[in-house]
């Protein structure tokens, strides 16, 4: 399949995906999914640890704060970070550096939906 126009992009949480993917294989009973198909919900499966209405949540609550952006809320809601050098290591490659209250309203914030 050639695709050959973008018509959207969104960032999707593990959980998200995984709940799409679980749609295709239910719709798709009578024929075998593709190889990249079944090792994407095999990996889903083994790594995603909330639902997807409870990740998206998270992602939302996480943009609030001030020095999170959109792909980073999906990370952490991805990993569901435990410790602060969990989100520290998330956050290595940014210009900036957390101050140890914001990494504690982060772990906090996580702990409600993990």
Known sequence: MIVKKVLGEELLTLAEAKEILLNIKAERVDEELSYEKRKAIEHAELFCHIDAASSRK???????????????????????????????????????????????????????YA
């Open 58 to 112: 998270l992602v939302e609550e996480l943009e609030r704060l001030e020095k999170m952006k959109p792909e980073l809320a999906v990370r952490i809601a991805d990993i569901l970070p435990e410790t602060r050098d969990e989100v520290r290591a998330i956050y290595a490659k940014e210009r900036f550096t957390l101050t140890e209250e914001e990494l504690d309203t982060i772990l906090d914030i996580v702990k409600k």
